[in-house]
Every structure is written in C-alpha cells, then in structure tokens.
T-cell receptor
Framework: DQQVKQNSPSLSVQEGRISILNCDYT??????FLWYKKYPAEGPTFLIS?????DKNEDGRFTVFLNKSAKHLSLHIVPSQPGDSAVYFC???????????FGKGTLLTVNP | NAGVTQTPKFQVLKTGQSMTLQCAQD?????MSWYRQDPGMGLRLIHY???????DQGEVPNGYNVSRSTTEDFPLRLLSAAPSQTSVYFC???????????FGQGTRLTVV
C-alpha cells in the first residue's frame, strides 16, 4: 500500500514555462516533506523541503506548496530550464527520525 | 570534499554468493541508511542507523545485514544473493536538525 504517490510517471514542458510536479500522501502524521532530484547514474540530491506548519516554501525558481487537508504537495519550477530535466522524487518523514518514504518519481523533460 | 562514498560502483554476483557493499561518509553524520531503487518503485529503505552500534530495519530488510561499528562506515551485507536483489543501492547520511540526506553515487548490483 503506497503511502506516497506520484501519479505522473513523466512530464514534458517547454523551456521557460512552468513545471508542476504533484505528490499525494496518505498518512496525516507525516510532518516533513521533501523533494529530491536525480540525474541518471547519480545519487539523489536534496532540492527543497517544507514542514507541516507551513503551506509554501520558496527557493529561487523552486516553490513547494503543501495542502494538508488534501494531503497533497506540489513542486513548481519557474522558469523551467533544460538542465532541470531529471527524475524528481517526493519524500515524506514523520517526526525527528530520518526514515524517508519516497514516491516512485516523475521524469521531467524540459525541451529547448 | 568526498561526502558519501560507495564502493563498488558495479557488481555482478552469482546466485548464492555473498558480498558487502561499502559506504563511508566524512561529514561526521549520526544517521546513515541504505535504500534500493528498482524500476518503477522509487527508493525503498532497507536498514538504517542512528549512531555507532545502533541499527534498525527499514521497509525491505530481508536478505540484508548491517552493522555500524564506527560513525563513518555503514556496510551492507548480502549473505546469499538472489536475483530479486538485482537493483541499484544507495547509501545516505544525515545529521541533527537538517532535513537534507546526502546520497552516495550508488552501486548497481546484478545477481545472475
């Protein structure tokens, strides 16, 4: 039973446009939410996170939105660049431990 | 700046063979963990450790052993490899209040 769902296996956008990646979770006890980016043949790298006490966190071109009532978070990338092409994983955490539960990932392709 | 180092990068095993995947971090992080990534499955937690001498099971621990004798090293042992353990394995470390887990480059293991 998947606790974290990324329902879009892939997403293709044009350079300069907005990319929106979505993630749904099932357990309301999760209180920290993270996005990781992964290039082929490399390990995942941390991108941005948000705690359950916030509904938005911004870092440059990347913004994460959290809707706790819907158990939904999204990652917005504006403007999208070809270098953003990668697999994006949503991950969730409960409390202060470091056990991360990951979604299956979304492959983002940004076309020049 | 080495970060998290995994060896080997690639390995082919025969069914029933044993081996150890090595993971070392030079950031003095308390927390270390092992994940496996399978196609369409995201990353799943195998085992984790919150400090030297302390380990615990994650989501998919069967067939794997770990130990943590030092802060720096967290090896993953396969006692009797099975084709179902063909996967890409990632080691990660983290520390304190930071939510960022640092991942190694991965070990691609094939069991034939």
């Amino acid at each position: 039973d998947q606790q974290v769902k990324q329902n879009s296996p892939s997403l293709s956008v044009q350079e300069g446009r907005i990319s929106i990646l979505n993630c749904d979770y099932t357990n309301s006890m999760f209180d920290y939410f993270l996005w990781y980016k992964k290039y082929p043949a490399e390990g995942p790298t941390f991108l941005i996170s948000i705690s359950s006490i916030k509904d938005k966190n911004e870092d440059g071109r990347f913004t994460v939105f959290l809707n706790k009532s819907a158990k939904h978070l999204s990652l917005h990338i504006v403007p999208s660049q070809p270098g953003d092409s990668a697999v994006y994983f949503c991950a969730v955490r409960m409390g202060s431990n470091y056990k991360l539960t990951f979604g299956k990932g979304t492959l983002l392709t940004v076309n020049p | 700046n080495a970060g998290v180092t995994q060896t080997p990068k690639f390995q082919v095993l025969k069914t029933g063979q044993s081996m150890t995947l090595q993971c070392a971090q030079d950031m003095n992080h308390e927390y270390m963990s092992w994940y496996r990534q399978d196609p369409g499955m995201g990353l799943r937690l195998i085992h984790y450790s919150v400090g030297a001498g302390i380990t615990d099971q994650g989501e998919v621990p069967n067939g794997y052993n770990v130990s943590r004798s030092t802060t720096e090293d967290f090896p993953l042992r396969l006692l009797s490899a099975a084709p179902s353990q063909t996967s890409v394995y990632f080691c990660a470390s983290g520390q304190g209040a930071s939510n960022e887990a640092f991942f190694g480059q991965g070990t691609r293991l094939t069991v034939v």
